[in-house]
């Protein structure tokens, strides 16, 4: 419970909405969907509260359902690390519904500060992250995968 507390604390969360302008029906699914996953670094040094994982990925949504009003904390962004099975839960901010009723194409980016560690007795360590989002709905997207990034364990 102390961790993920941490982690909602600890962890920032920025997202760029790119809204269509155009007067043409998307041909997004209702459904969210994940077009790809990447990150900022490939080495991070675990322990370093100021070293930042961004985690970076391009998604839609055929009916703009998108995040949550800010008193809301129902989680819509699940970032596991296939490590350990841990998932971090985030929030993304509510898209505005006359704006988005067309659907959207958008960027997340979260930053992850000072949460992953490495397991015990290694120098050094790998692993990926798995993302998938939920819209409000209650539908999953796909679950996409970041690079591998390596851990220097300090």
């Known amino acids: 419970m102390g961790r993920k507390i941490i982690s909602w604390l600890i962890a920032n969360m920025t997202i760029a909405l790119l809204i ?3 007067n043409k029906e998307p041909t ?3 459904e969210p969907q994940i077009l790809y996953v990447t990150v900022n ?3 991070l040094n675990t322990g370093d509260d100021t070293d930042t994982l961004k985690i970076i990925f391009e998604f839609t949504d055929g009916d703009g359902d998108i995040g ?3 008193n809301d904390t129902v989680p819509d962004v699940f970032i596991t690390d296939n490590r350990t099975g841990f ?5 993304l901010p509510l898209v505005d519904q006359l704006r988005a009723q067309r659907g959207i194409k958008a960027t997340a980016i979260i930053d992850i500060i ?3 560690s490495c397991r015990p007795f290694r120098d050094t360590d790998t692993t990926t992250f798995s993302v998938q989002i939920k819209d409000r709905a209650g539908n999953l997207s796909n679950t996409e995968q970041t690079p591998e990034i390596i851990l220097n364990c300090n």
């Open 87 to 91: 998932t971090y839960k985030y929030r």
């Open 68 to 70: 949550r009003p800010e």
């Open 41 to 43: 670094k490939t080495i």
């Open 114 to 116: 000072g949460i992953i």
């Open 20 to 22: 269509p302008s155009c």
């Open 28 to 30: 997004f699914p209702k």
